[in-house]
T-cell receptor, first 116, second 113 residues
């Protein structure tokens, strides 16, 4: 079974702090994703990585950066946390395939971040 | 841009009742994924549909993709409290082959004992 783990289930930070969210997958997947989930807004893609050191902006990248130095690890960085970044953060991974093939993403348990 | 609309947004059913959740797209769906999420947790992959008219079942959950590949339904038979949660549909982004998915807003299901 694919296992995706996230470094923290709950995190409380102060405005202006630099925040690191870590995600690790154990299935040698090429693709990794960071989403945030907010009530009424659904899942929104922040950043996507399709290979080591490769990244692509998602729909809401502002205020975030990412790092992928190793295939199994994808980090989300909040450079200067703000209260509007209080949210549930979900990491996912998938195999590299093509449109219409099996692109199911496997998700971690999520990190609920509160910025005070 | 491609969007997925789910209906209903929320649902409360009595234990033992059947229910259906719908997921509709304005564009052809090349891959349709159903996920379940328990409150405060990650998404669990349920099943994936690719072909028009395809139907898959797992335990008491059946998912279908219509012939035109623009609508999918998720049907739960004889619902149980363990079925409660948020159900999301996801679909391959029509352009490119990067593995990105778009997601519906989710349907919150409560099952009353």
């Amino acid at each position: 079974d694919v296992k995706v783990t996230q470094s923290s289930r709950y995190l409380v930070k102060r405005t202006g702090e630099k925040v690191f969210l870590e995600c690790v997958q154990d299935m040698d997947h090429e693709n990794m994703f960071w989403y945030r989930q907010d009530p009424g807004l659904g899942l929104r893609l922040i950043y996507f990585s399709y290979d080591v050191k490769m990244k692509e902006k998602g729909d809401i990248p502002e205020g975030y950066s990412v790092s992928r130095e190793k295939k199994e690890r994808f980090s989300l960085i909040l450079e200067s946390a703000s209260t509007n970044q209080t949210s549930m953060y979900l990491c996912a991974s998938s195999l590299y395939t093509w449109v219409g093939a099996h692109n199911e993403q496997f998700f971690g348990p999520g990190t609920r971040l509160t910025v005070l | 841009s491609q969007e997925l609309e789910q209906s209903p947004q929320s649902l409360i059913v009595q234990e033992g009742k059947n229910l259906t959740i719908n997921c509709t797209s304005s564009k052809t769906l090349y891959g349709l994924y159903w996920y379940k999420q328990k409150y405060g947790e990650g998404l669990i992959f349920l099943m994936m549909l690719q072909k028009g008219g395809e139907e898959k079942s797992h335990e008491k959950i059946t998912a279908k993709l219509d012939e035109k590949k623009q609508q999918s339904s998720l049907h739960i038979t004889a619902s149980q409290p363990s079925h409660a949660g948020i159900y999301l549909c996801g679909a391959d982004k029509a352009s490119g082959n990067t593995g990105k998915l778009i997601f519906g807003q989710g349907t919150t299901l409560q099952v009353k004992p």
